[in-house]
């Protein structure tokens, strides 16, 4: 079991980046698989990125050369930069991980991009 908490979510204008962090409430390092997803209104949640224990890292099209995701092991956090915002981007950013074939959420980040 883990618990999962999100932050850096925040107001950007186009063009301009943004670091979320997702802290986990036990060590990550045995994770196999956690990730970033997001959902905008009105659309289904949709993958971001996906990174293993071993740091292999899976992007969305749209997101491949503008997001980096990475983990920290020692700190139990995994991270989420975003560079070259567009509004498209605009919606609730959920991390995800991967325990023992369970899916554990957390709460959301609201990251919204104005033009």
């Known amino acids: 079991q883990v618990q999962l908490v999100e932050s850096g979510g925040g107001l950007v204008q186009a063009g301009g980046s943004l670091r979320l962090s997702c802290a986990a409430s036990r060590s990550i390092s045995s994770i196999a698989r956690m990730g970033w997803f997001r959902q905008a209104p009105a659309k289904q949640r949709e993958l971001v990125a996906i990174?293993?224990?071993?740091?292999?890292?899976i992007y969305a099209d749209s997101m491949k050369g503008r997001f980096t995701i990475s983990r920290d092991n020692a700190k139990n956090t995994m991270l989420l930069q975003m560079n070259s915002l567009k509004p498209e981007d605009t919606a609730v950013y959920y991390c995800n991980a991967v325990v023992e074939l369970r899916a554990y959420w957390g709460q959301g980040t609201q990251v919204t991009v104005s033009s």
């Open positions: 990174i293993t224990s071993g740091g292999s890292t």
